[in-house]
Structures are given as structure tokens and as C-alpha cells.
């Protein structure tokens, strides 16, 4: 699906908006459907409840394919995932490693004070966001 997987805007809220009506409108109505199919088949009235369940039966199945696709867009994942900046510091000598939130400022190779192990010097050698969880 073309239009769902568009970048975010106002435009395209309203698309989603005017997608998931048109799909609840097509399950109500494919609802609908179905009551008046089961009601047809109680007066005996079987050609008419065949085409009545059937339109029905299309119409929920449509509808549902809509709504898993919706509930499934790229956007709504994206947007669920957390994440935070990290910086990672090495000691240039030894194996210390650190991990802390990224601070303004941090660059790769950038100084960052003395080794608590061996005293000497611990450089930012990473900088990337981290997943730390879902919304
Ligand atoms: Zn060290």
C-alpha cells in the first residue's frame, strides 16, 4: 500500500483517518448485511440470503484485510520504538568500556578524562541511538 507507507505529515493523518472510517464503514455495513441475510434465510427467502450473506461475507473480509493493514503500517512500529543517544568511552590502553548517555558536545575520538583502571586516557569511541524499549 502506497499512500501508508508515506512520510509523516498532516496530509497524511487524514488519509489514515479517511482509510480506517472507510473500513469500519465497510464492516458495519458487511454487518448489516449479515443480520438481514440471516433474517432472509428465516423467511425462507434463500436466493436472497445467499447474495446477502455473500456480499457480507466479502465485505467483512475486506474490511478486515483494511484494518490489519492499517494496524500494521511501517509508521505506527516506527514510531512505538524509543530510543536514546549513547556514548561509548574506551580506554586507549586497557579493556575499560563505558557506556553513558550521550552529552552535547561528544564526538568520536573526543577526550574523556582518565582511565579508572590504569589512569590513562579514555576517548568516545561510539555514538548511536539506542532502542531501550517500546511506547
Ligand atoms: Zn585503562
Request: contains cysteine; aromatic residues 12%; hydrophobic residues 45%.
Amino acid at each position: 500500500m502506497g499512500i501508508l507507507s508515506a512520510s509523516g505529515n498532516r496530509n497524511r493523518n487524514i488519509v489514515l483517518a479517511v482509510y480506517l472510517l472507510i473500513s469500519v464503514i465497510i464492516l458495519l455495513f458487511s454487518i448489516l448485511f449479515l443480520i438481514q441475510a440471516i433474517q432472509a434465510y428465516s423467511f425462507y427467502q434463500y436466493e436472497r440470503g445467499f447474495s446477502l450473506l455473500l456480499t457480507g461475507v466479502v465485505g467483512l473480509a475486506l474490511s478486515l484485510y483494511m484494518l490489519s493493514v492499517y494496524m500494521k503500517r511501517p509508521g505506527l512500529i516506527r514510531r512505538r520504538e524509543l530510543r536514546k543517544m549513547v556514548t561509548v568511552v574506551e580506554c586507549i590502553s586497557c579493556d575499560y568500556r563505558n557506556k553513558r548517555e550521550y552529552s552535547y558536545g561528544d564526538y568520536v575520538l573526543k577526550e574523556h578524562g582518565e582511565c579508572p583502571v590504569c589512569g590513562k586516557k579514555v576517548v568516545v569511541t561510539e555514538i548511536y541511538p539506542e532502542v531501550v524499549g517500546k511506547k
